[in-house]
């Protein structure tokens, strides 16, 4: 199995700054995402984070506001911009799955609080 | 649009019950993901069922997939109260989309001492 880390664990963000969030996976894996979860909710898919080329986002989503970064099969990175109360949310990195992995493993999760 | 529907989404129950939780999704799908997540922690993976008729086990819990019925249910046989958290069903490889896996709702499950 995969481990993930993710950086920070937490953080407390004044509205309009933004936030970068790095994901470190311990193994070269094919597929890297980004989700979202409200406390209580289930969790819902951002982006598919591809290895040097441009993310590929769900609906409700968009590059603008959460630009995403994967420089190599390990490493990925969620930036969250110009914040609001809105985004306060866990955000969770997550790795492998699809028909190569087909198990996908989840990092901790970032807890974000934006005042 | 793809639907994931767990049910029931709260569930308490008495230790050594026996109880399913099911999921049903609305689309062809070659992959169904059983999560556990606690309180304030991350996702847990249980099973990834890839094949109709596919079943697995790993202590109290038993998962199965019915591709033609689009079901998969996770039961718990005599259950303890460390098997308490919530659980996730999930469903991949969905609209050729091989990266892409949904989420249902989740079921709250309390397991009474």
């Known amino acids: 199995s995969a481990v993930i880390s993710q950086k920070p664990s937490r953080d407390i963000c004044q509205r309009g700054t933004s936030l970068t969030i790095q994901c470190q996976v311990d193994s070269q894996v094919t597929m890297m995402f980004w989700y979202r979860q409200q406390p209580g909710q289930s969790l819902t898919l951002i982006a598919t984070a591809n290895q040097g080329s441009e993310a590929t986002y769900e609906s409700g989503f968009v590059i603008d506001k959460f630009p995403i970064s994967r420089p190599n099969l390990t490493f990925s990175t969620l930036t969250v911009s110009n914040m609001s109360p809105e985004d306060s949310s866990i955000y969770l990195c997550?790795?492998?799955?699809?028909?190569?992995?087909?198990?996908?493993?989840f990092g901790p999760g970032t807890r974000l609080t934006v005042l | 649009e793809l639907k994931v529907e767990q049910n029931p989404l709260f569930l308490s129950m008495q230790e050594g019950k026996n109880y399913t939780i099911y999921c049903n999704y609305s689309t062809t799908s070659d992959r169904l993901y059983w999560y556990r997540q606690d309180p304030g922690k991350s996702l847990e993976s249980l099973f990834v069922?890839?094949?109709?008729?596919a079943v697995k086990q790993e202590g109290r819990l038993m998962a199965s997939l019915d591709t033609k019925a689009r079901l998969s249910t996770l039961h718990i046989t005599a259950a303890v109260h460390d098997l308490s958290a919530t659980y996730f069903c999930?469903?991949?490889?969905?609209?050729?989309?091989?990266?892409?896996?949904?989420f249902g709702k989740g079921t709250r499950l309390h397991i009474l001492p």
């Open positions: 069922l890839l094949s109709n008729g």
């Open positions: 997550s790795a492998g799955g699809g028909r190569i992995d087909n198990e996908q493993f």
């Open positions: 999930a469903v991949g490889g969905i609209m050729n989309r091989d990266d892409k896996i949904i």
